[in-house]
């Protein structure tokens, strides 16, 4: 643990102090501003970080991207979206940074991509799940990454779609990204299968969902199956009561992001079995790209890759194709690379594409079961979702994101 | 009916856990009129620290909850080391000002607990013995949830006989009414403040280290709990353990039974029920009014005169010194001066009301949010441009504020900020759920300013002369014969009302006439940003401002512009250079604290008096 916090703390320091003293000539290194909420979010964001680092490692270690390095400026927004757009314009202005990527928040992620549309700067979103921000409020200079809240819900609803459950209750955190998740899969699961109804819906405060009330409220209503928004603590809590209380037994349960390593770790041998999940099953993916990139991040940082530690390597090996299709830093030209840009993600599974429609990537998750296995949980019967199968058809997708 | 026997249960068992950290606040305050802030950090280091011993041990219901009594008396001691290392040195500060000693004492804890035990959340082994269910109506039940509901009542209980039957607890109760008259009599305060500290801690420790088998433990239990136990404490009755019993009792209830109606009520009831109760029982269910006028205002204050001469010369300087910064500085040096300009308007609006007019809020961000969002709504549904918004955005924070005005004036002290904390919250959850109107947490995007001023400079100093202007008018106010009676209603109610001051209206005026100038920052933040947000109306948005106030002196006129450049600019230098900047900002601020028990702005005028 020590040793790896140390390396973390290490690599940050080196990218965070020794940056600004390189000096910024021809040829110079192309530099990155990275906003996240690290403070806030550390269970997700320092494994992101030290994926984030191997990526730019490598690329260096490779002769950079045009003969010019690569450099990161990190900042942390600690979860506030009006200290994001500060360091977006110190970022701009002080360290002169030829683009904006990061972002863990919806909220953050929305301030960001807002301000880099204002200043025509390219901003490339690595986990901002809100919908909003490619779609309703997609701008030119914006692009996205992982896997949507639509696109995840989209996923699991396929999968409830296929099982005999009718009567369904939704747990789901009280804020846009559990009101979106439940609104999609409510309206893909109802056009999948008419005839389901939603027998309880519950929205705990995000961080103190009071478990043991909400978890009797939805064994009231007597559901044949759950739909689950929760996750870290919420979902941690909600478990523990839920196996007591017999919540699980003989349902069926979906549930987001729960098969996802920094979630699903914590719950230890009190993993629920059986449940249909998005996730990230690390120890089991032997695609080639894959199984390279676990034993380098291994290697390096003594640990095993979680989920965000593939968004923070897959972020920089996009941007590194995208310096590459471009040849320059010059931000209308590399807007034009980034989209219909196709990379190699760590996951292995085939191109993933940032559509040129809507900017969203096709990145997808892994769909599958969870399961005890020497007393913690883990995936079985899994498989990867190609995120392109899960969005909706262009026509719509006009219809979505405001156009010209 | 079977279900709402059960759901009462399960009120019943998160009563307890409420109780337990809410009862050793209460007991803080009572004696020491600690507004302990860092209640949440020892109930987190509680969970932690019982968590590492419990998981080393082997699964034996003796060694299980002898770990979890050690951890208590651990942090008990942690407790007893902030008291006699921190608060003690700062008793006689103004009051209030301890809380921003314990704010650093919180960002220090979260950062060492980040580092010991890592960013992930962590599940404790349950307890031994009573890992199952027991089956009561037909319903499974938990059975460490029915221990939980046992040891409510039995600490309480226990509390009781403490606190009448033996000879320490009765000088607590007698500290409690008058610990003037106590020390009179001899009695060595210190220890008895010490021991009432580890005994409050002891409590919090003992609440966190319960949660190890019922929940996970997570860097964000500190902040998660401590605005609801605030609620309990001041529902109660601050000082009054049965009264923090029965408040945990009724908010706990009002949970279980709300989700049951309105599934998305969990954000907003605790405050709802604080602002019904307070609107109702100004001193809480079982508290009583302070008997001795004299421990309410501060005292102590002295006169305000005209600024001396060399004072308006710096101010001068500093001002012209902002004015011509444009050219010489960079672009990001305008975005942070503009923030800064920004801020020490919002500042001085709180400092109008908590200095001279002795209303301190814990809910000052809702004006600020009022404003913000009234551009920003404006533009969004009607297309209103800047000049507008800025226009309206006083009137709308104004308005705010004489509506919550009239509940608040009426109460004094903690109460009075606890009831703003509760206006503001319900604020807060308006932003948040009212996701047609307001966007809910993804906010509303594209406020820019008006075509004019959208260069950097040009709003810069837009909103330099416009902050500055707004100070200068809140400084002449408390200057004009309303501050006079503003700054009378303050330090001797009594004797203001018999000279025919209105009180209650002078300070209802003054709370309206501080929100509205906190709309005109917030607006003019909403324009800089671009975009506005919840967490603008949010609890550490408020916690900020009161930050900025203390930090800089709340006696002194300059104080809340000193406090806002200090405060600010050392926490966006901290957060670039430092990565555990939030351990940094913390020990910077204790240190400031016992460097400048008077602030930085007092302390430089005492530093001045005592040279003539």
């Given at each position: 643990?020590?040793?790896k916090?140390?390396?973390?703390m ?7 102090v020794?940056?600004p003293?390189?000096?910024r ?27 984030w ?28 979206p ?6 977006a314009?110190e ?9 904006l ?94 005839g ?8 705990p ?9 909400t ?13 689950n928004v ?12 839920g196996?007591t ?25 009190e ?19 894959h ?9 390096r ?7 965000g530690?593939?968004?923070g ?5 996009s ?14 030209k ?6 219909g ?8 599974e085939g ?8 900017h969203?990537?096709?990145?997808g ?10 007393g ?9 979702a ?8 262009d026509d ?9 | 009916m079977?279900f ?20 050793g ?30 998981s080393?041990?082997?699964?034996d ?10 951890a ?26 301890q809380?921003l000693a ?20 962590r ?68 220890w ?44 109660g009755?601050?000082g ?19 989700i049951?109606?309105?599934?998305k009520?969990?954000?907003v009831?605790?405050f709802?029920v604080?602002?019904v ?13 302070p ?6 205002g ?7 005169g ?9 101010g ?24 800064m ?68 004036v ?43 001023a ?19 008018a ?11 009676a503003l700054r ?11 000279i ?16 509205a ?14 975009s ?16 900025m ?9 300059s ?14 230098q901290?957060v670039?250079?430092?990565e555990?900047w939030?351990?940094?900002?913390g ?26």
């Amino acid at each position: 643990m020590t040793m790896k916090r140390r390396t973390m703390m290490k690599a940050a320091t080196l990218a965070a102090v020794a940056a600004p003293s390189i000096a910024r000539g021809q040829g110079a290194a192309i530099r990155i501003g990275e906003i996240n909420s690290y403070t806030a979010q550390p269970a997700f964001l320092a494994p992101y970080r030290n994926g984030w680092n191997l990526a730019i490692e490598e690329a260096n270690a490779a002769g950079g991207v045009n003969g010019r390095r690569l450099e990161t400026v990190f900042r942390d927004d600690a979860g506030k979206p009006e200290d994001a757009v500060r360091f977006a314009g110190e970022l701009l202005a002080a360290e002169k940074v030829d683009l904006l990527s990061g972002g863990f928040l919806s909220n953050v992620g929305l301030a960001i991509a807002d301000f880099a549309n204002q200043n025509k700067r390219l901003y490339v979103a690595s986990e901002p799940l809100s919908d909003a921000l490619v779609w309703g409020r997609g701008n030119r200079y914006t692009f996205r990454l992982r896997p949507s809240t639509y696109m995840q819900a989209a996923m699991l609803a396929e999968e409830a779609a296929k099982v005999d459950a009718k009567r369904w209750a939704i747990v789901s955190p009280n804020y846009e990204y559990g009101q979106s998740a439940a609104k999609w899969f409510k309206e893909l699961l109802v056009r999948a299968k008419p005839g389901v109804e939603f027998v309880a819906e519950q929205f705990p405060a995000l961080g103190r969902i009071d478990a043991g009330a909400t978890v009797q409220a939805i064994e009231q209503s007597r559901p044949d199956a759950i739909f689950n928004v929760t996750f870290g603590g919420d979902l941690t809590n909600f478990v523990r009561q839920g196996n007591t209380r017999g919540l699980f037994e003989k349902r069926f349960v979906a549930s987001m992001l729960t098969g996802e390593p920094e979630y699903m770790d914590p719950l230890k041998d009190e993993c629920p079995e059986g449940w249909v999940v998005t996730g990230y099953p690390w120890d089991q993916i032997q695609t080639a790209n894959h199984r390279r990139f676990r034993e380098a991040y291994q290697k390096r940082f003594n640990d095993y890759p979680r989920l965000g530690s593939v968004v923070g390597y897959d972020t920089v090996v996009s941007i590194v194709a995208m310096l590459r299709k471009s040849g320059g830093t010059e931000t209308e030209k590399m807007v034009d690379a980034m989209k219909g840009l196709s990379f190699e993600s760590a996951f292995g599974e085939g191109p993933v594409l940032y559509r040129a429609l809507d900017h969203q990537s096709t990145l997808g998750a892994y769909v599958g079961r969870t399961a005890l296995k020497g007393g913690k949980g883990t995936m079985v019967g899994w498989r990867y979702a190609d995120g392109a199968k899960y969005l909706p058809s262009d026509d719509v997708v006009r219809t979505l994101r405001p156009q010209g | 009916m079977e279900f709402l026997a059960i759901q009462f249960l399960n009120g019943l068992a998160s009563a307890s856990s409420l109780f337990l950290v809410a009862s050793g606040l209460t007991i803080i305050f009572g004696v020491t009129r600690v507004v302990n802030f860092a209640h949440g950090s020892l109930y987190m280091l509680g969970a932690y620290i019982a968590l590492t011993i419990v998981s080393q041990l082997p699964r034996d219901p003796w060694l299980y909850w002898s770990g979890i009594l050690v951890a208590s008396v651990v942090v008990g001691l942690v407790g007893v080391a902030i008291e006699m290392l921190l608060l003690r040195r700062i008793y006689h500060a103004p009051e209030l000002f301890q809380l921003l000693a314990t704010f650093g004492v919180v960002l220090v804890v979260e950062d060492v607990a980040l580092w010991i035990w890592g960013p992930e959340d962590r599940l404790g082994p349950r307890a031994p013995g009573l890992r199952g269910a027991v089956e009561i109506l037909g319903q499974r039940f938990p059975q460490y949830e029915l221990l939980l509901i046992a040891i409510g009542p039995v600490v309480l209980l226990l509390l009781w006989l403490l606190f009448t039957r033996t000879r320490w607890g009765t000088l607590v109760r007698a500290a409690t009414q008058d610990r003037e008259m106590v020390a009179a009599l001899g009695v060595d305060q210190r220890w008895l403040f010490t021991s009432v500290f580890f005994l409050g801690a002891f409590l919090a420790g003992l609440g966190g280290a319960l949660q190890v088998a019922r929940a996970p433990t997570t860097l964000h239990m500190d902040l998660d709990i401590i605005a609801e136990v605030f609620v309990v404490t001041v529902v109660g009755g601050m000082g009054s353990v049965p009264g923090a019993f029965l408040a945990a009792l009724l908010i706990s209830q009002m949970h279980a039974f709300g989700i049951m109606v309105f599934p998305k009520i969990t954000l907003v009831l605790t405050f709802l029920v604080m602002a019904v109760v307070l609107v109702v029982r100004p001193y809480g269910l079982l508290g009583r009014p302070p008997t001795h006028p004299r421990a309410a205002g501060p005292a102590r204050a002295q006169p305000i005169g005209p600024a001396p001469r060399e004072l308006r010369l710096v101010g001068l300087v500093a001002l012209a010194a902002a004015a011509i910064l444009p050219p010489l500085a960079g672009e990001y040096a305008l975005i942070m001066a503009t923030e800064m300009a920004i801020l020490v308007l919002f500042a001085a609006s709180l400092h109008f009301m908590m200095g001279p007019g002795g209303l301190a809020s814990f809910g000052h961000a809702a004006y600020f949010g009022v404003g913000a969002y009234a551009g920003a709504l404006l533009m969004k549904h009607f297309g209103a441009p800047m000049e507008l918004g800025l226009a309206l955005a006083p009137v709308a924070a104004g308005l705010a504020g004489v509506v919550v005005g009239f509940f608040v004036v009426r109460l004094e002290g903690v109460y009075l900020a606890m009831l703003t904390l509760a206006f503001a919250q319900i604020a807060w959850s308006a932003a948040f759920q009212w996701v047609e109107v307001t966007g809910g947490d993804n906010g509303i995007l594209g406020v820019w300013p008006s075509a004019w001023a959208r260069d950097r400079t040009v709003y810069y100093l837009f909103v330099l002369a416009i902050c500055a202007g707004c100070t200068l008018a809140l400084r002449h106010a408390i200057h004009s014969p309303f501050g006079y009676a503003l700054r009378a209603a303050r330090d001797n109610p009594l004797r203001a009302e018999a000279i025919g001051l209105d009180v209650a209206r002078i300070r209802w005026a003054a709370f309206a006439l501080a929100s509205a100038f906190a709309g005109i920052a917030g607006a003019l933040f909403a324009y800089a940003k671009g975009s506005v947000f919840p967490t603008y109306l949010a609890i550490p948005k408020s916690v900020d401002a009161l930050l900025m106030v203390l930090l800089g002196g709340i006696e002194t006129l300059s104080g809340p512009i000193v406090g806002a450049l200090a405060f600010h600019g050392l926490q966006e230098q901290l957060v670039r250079v430092v990565e555990h900047w939030r351990a940094a900002m913390g020990l910077v601020i204790v240190a400031l604290v016992l460097a400048f028990p008077q602030g930085i702005a007092g302390y430089v005028r005492d530093r001045r008096e005592r040279m003539r």
